[in-house]
């Protein structure tokens, strides 16, 4: 389970001093030598959000197609946190998170949130969600972690349990797991939320 709690603590002259050095790095200067380190983990990051992805989408359309969307959120219900969980290994925390939240157990922390903020203004700038993501490595409770964030656009099978036509059934079921439901009303091509991924470095 993730922890909406997470400390993040780290001033944000030492978040600029760092992301100043990333940036420096990849043209060339300054902090060469994390830069192929951030390259390994940015791979690892993205090769786990894809099996991830692959495991949650077959799950959501496999349900989808032998129960209606009704049906199919008793199974999202059920299995997503489970599935989330099986990611976390080889000291890498896996999640998904959002601004506008179903499970508040996906709660974001200070630094997901001003990633998503980002994000969400890149989209309406007219960036392609799907090409959204950000690595840096911040320090926590005085420990260096990597940390990455891919966007989660809101696709067309989406709006059936996140759209601003839901349906009453399916509402009615969404209340039940979840009474604090923030995730409806989305359109088409907006930021639904990311996934988000961590991992405590030496
Ligand atoms: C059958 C209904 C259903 C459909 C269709 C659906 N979702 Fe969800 N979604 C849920 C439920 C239920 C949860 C809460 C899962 C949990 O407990 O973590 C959820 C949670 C999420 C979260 C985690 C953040 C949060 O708010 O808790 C994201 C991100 C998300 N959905 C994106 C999508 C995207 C993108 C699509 C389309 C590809 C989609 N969902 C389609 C029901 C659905």
């Known amino acids: 389970m ?9 001033s944000a002259a030492v978040l600029a001093l760092l992301t100043a050095g990333a940036q420096a790095g990849s043209h060339g200067g300054g902090n060469a030598a994390a830069n192929p380190e951030m390259a390994q983990l940015k791979g690892e990051a993205v090769g786990i959000i894809k099996t991830f992805f692959k495991e949650l989408k077959g799950t959501l359309v496999g349900a989808m197609k032998e129960k209606g969307p009704a049906g199919a959120v008793d199974v999202c219900a059920a299995k997503a946190q489970e599935i989330t969980a099986r990611y976390n290994k080889e000291g890498w925390e896996v999640g998904r998170t959002a ?3 179903r499970n508040p157990k996906n709660a974001p922390d200070a630094w997901e949130k001003a990633v998503m903020e980002e994000f969400a203004k890149k989209i309406a ?19 260096k972690v ?14 059936n349990c996140h759209g ?3 349906n009453d059934d399916v509402l009615a079921v969404i209340r039940k797991h979840y009474p604090q439901d923030q ?11 990311a996934f988000t991924l961590s991992k405590p470095l030496n």
């Open 2 to 10: 993730r922890q909406s709690t997470r400390k993040f603590m780290l």
């Open 99 to 101: 601004l506008k939240l």
């Open 125 to 143: 700038e007219g960036a392609d969600p799907k090409k959204l993501a950000k690595a840096e490595i911040v320090e926590q409770d005085g420990k």
């Open 146 to 159: 990597f940390r990455f964030m891919k966007a989660i656009p809101t696709g067309k099978a989406c709006l």
């Open 164 to 166: 601003d036509k839901v």
């Open 183 to 193: 995730a409806t009303g989305f359109k088409v091509g907006q930021l639904r939320g």
